[in-house]
DNA sequence: TCGATAGTGTAAGGTGCCTTACATGACCTA
DNA sequence: TAGGTCATGTAAGGCACCTTACACTATCGA
């Protein structure tokens, strides 16, 4: 199986194609590899390009005057970015940062034209996979708007342990502030509740989820 | 021109199809209307169905345990949205409701099959449109996380104004606090400040802008 | 082994804006 | 034209969270 093209996953927009197919696009197409913490686009690359991510997660954010960033996106393998107008597609004064290692496929417009579009299962496995985004970001805005900090932070640690481990590890707290809009400081302090509470155990760089059940109850009050 | 097609407008997502076509299609789905102030669905509402919205506008929105309403995206005409999953379309306690009098088309998951994806172009379309309300629910969630209310205020007059006029009507002041996620007497406050500082001209339900250039320093510190 | 850097702990002070409470004026309908 | 509802004005109080400041520990490379 060649190296190119063996990230195929049932949440790949590839997924209904043969592998033939899948063969072809891997051929005439650009691969390449970014290592853990390569911010690889920024707002300034005005160029049309559309990333398949194929292996690894990316964090997409935008940074305010003041330097603040903001988690607007976490792109999981097998979904696609970048710009590209006929896909709706902007990256407006977005950056992308690796948070794992990652293998990305590159497309031009043309390519996008000629393998994507073309392909009538692929245009809807797009049309999913942005529906899923903006149901995501749409729930962002909500807890924006309606909760507090404490429950913002306890629905992050929820959906960080959210493959069967009660460890989240590998953010730093100011990642965790990064993601939903807060503070280092604040967040901080607030995990030292949540510790003091028995909601929650501190380690460097890793959190262990105690009291689910609770933990639940403070995110959604 | 039959009443029931004449609403194509170049931001239609059927607009790659010919006359013929849409015929077809405006004869084998139904028609509904919905009068100002309708809400027409809500969370409860768990059926598949595909609005397609062909003239008017729709409001979606959340609503907290508490009864704060946030809007999270305005549905233009020639656009859609709904609960339909192979689109990745949700409507998780979403409410949608008619800002002007509308004309939906609603579509069954076996029409949306037969119809939309069938339509390669028709598919693009979708994802153009998605990646669009993507775009802006990005932006309005940057906007959260980084601005105050007096800068998302302004940033909303300025939005509501872009048709050439200067006059912002038919918005109460509860209206302008839902759509950027603050409290009434907080947006009559900034609005009076505004207005002191000769921004903006206030009457009843009807605002005019005096100074979009210091409008737009206030909306991007 | 040492210095530098990254990650975390903590506390004081300030403030934006939420929250509550109530008053007044505009509009609408009977 | 009276009564009710809608839209707006205003002001005091409080708190969540930002902001700043600094100290401490872990980790890693030189």
Known sequence: MSSKIGYLSSQDIFRDLTQDEIDTIGRLTTMTTCTHGKVFYQPEDRSEVLFLLKKGRVQLYRLSPGGKKIVTGVIEAGSFFGEMAILGQGMHRTFAEAVDDCVLCVMSRSDVERYLLSHPKIAVRLAEALGKRLIETESRLEDMAFKSVPARLASLLLRLAHNGSDVVE??????????????????????????????IEIERKAITLLDRERLERVANP
Chains 1, 2 share one sequence.
């Open 170 to 199: 590998g953010h730093t707290h100011q990642d965790l502030a990064e993601a939903i809009g807060s503070y280092r400081e604040t967040v901080t302090q607030t995990l030292n509740e949540f510790k003091h509470d028995g909601l």
